[in-house]
């Protein structure tokens, strides 16, 4: 019975505090959302560069075992 009669008068109140928790739930995802995007892109460009290095590092070794490859057979072919 109590709350029937306050809440005549806490409608108002009530109301502005039910926005009030919409928006700073609202603003904590936000804030949230954020420092996910921060450091998933940080993570993200973390593994690009080490993709990248491995990528690099392979195509170094490739080459290099392709060069001594061709070396190896000029020698053998060497008319001289």
Known sequence: KHDRD???I?????V???ESI?????????CLQNELDK???????SRNDG???IHTTTSIRSSTVLEEHDSTILQQFDPR
């Open 16 to 18: 502005r505090l039910t």
């Open 22 to 30: 919409r928006r700073l739930f609202d603003y904590l995802i936000n």
């Open 39 to 45: 450091y998933s892109m940080a993570f993200i460009n």
């Open 6 to 8: 306050l809440s005549k």
């Open 51 to 53: 993709e990248h290095d």
């Open 10 to 14: 806490s409608h108002d109140i009530q």
